[in-house]
């Protein structure tokens, strides 16, 4: 089985170091960041199976990444904290992190932690790992898409956007929700999301002026072709195919 990917993104050089070092004994692909931005930085490069974030960076509140990596619904998240009363932690795991743990803590806790968060993952790990529709795969795990086999490329914020799409299952999503869930800051225009669904189009539909895979919906916003999936949630074989013969409905959480 190949061995998780876990990012550390702590402002503490030794406690950073400290964490890293037992993680790799332990057989885990380390990764270390000291910043928010570095730390989505490493997202994007490693792709990680779990990020462990320190609520205090210097760029910014941990926090923020954490509920940032949660709109990716893409890595497990574990917070550090010396924040320690009911109120920071509930506000902590309502971010969308996995798990939190207060400052100070026993290396043995920690690493107990970690090992209970991957198994969860890979108990639960049954979503799959690309999406196709007609021409067009979506590679989740790659972050890459192929149109009639060839790679187009996409910007990461065209692909988040992308992603976000398909994975609401056809229904219909407004501006509002498209910003909050595809980008990793806080924006007030609507005009910016039909800006990227417009070079989104360009790029994947066959006729952009009559777009077939992202649909405009009067009065709401947009959606990923309904007629592509069935009644029941399940993807239609003709048109849409999930790897491994998984349910699309199922592509909501975690990848």
Wanted: charged letters at 20%; a neutral charge; proline letters at 5%.
């Amino acid at each position: 089985m190949t061995s998780a990917h876990i990012s550390i993104v702590e402002s503490n050089p030794h406690l950073r170091s400290l964490l890293g070092w037992h993680l790799q004994q332990s057989g885990y692909v380390v990764s270390q960041s000291a910043s928010l931005q570095q730390g989505r930085d490493a997202f994007y490069r490693h792709q990680p199976t779990l990020v462990i974030i320190d609520s205090d960076l210097p760029d910014g509140d941990g926090l923020e990444l954490s509920h940032w990596l949660y709109t990716q619904q893409k890595s497990l998240i574990l917070l550090l904290s010396a924040r320690n009363n009911e109120q920071d932690i509930v506000r902590g795991l309502k971010t969308g992190a996995d798990d939190y743990l207060t400052k100070p803590f026993g290396m043995q806790e920690f690493l107990a932690r970690v090992e209970a968060l991957i198994r969860r993952m890979r108990v639960n790990n049954t979503v799959p790992l690309s999406m196709e529709c007609k021409d067009l795969k979506i590679d989740l795990a790659q972050r890459r898409v192929k149109l009639k086999n060839n790679f187009v490329e996409l910007t990461p914020q065209e692909f988040s956007l992308l992603y976000v799409l398909a994975q609401a299952e056809g229904n219909p999503l407004s501006r509002s929700e498209l910003l909050q869930r595809a980008w990793p800051d806080a924006i007030d225009n609507p005009r910016t999301v039909d800006t990227h669904v417009l070079s989104l189009r360009k790029k994947i539909e066959s006729n952009p002026r009559q777009p077939n895979i992202i649909q405009t919906v009067r009065n709401v916003g947009y959606c990923f072709n309904p007629e592509l999936i069935d009644n029941s949630g399940d993807v239609v074989d003709n048109n849409l195919t999930v790897a491994n013969g998984a349910n699309i409905s199922r592509f909501s959480r975690r990848m």
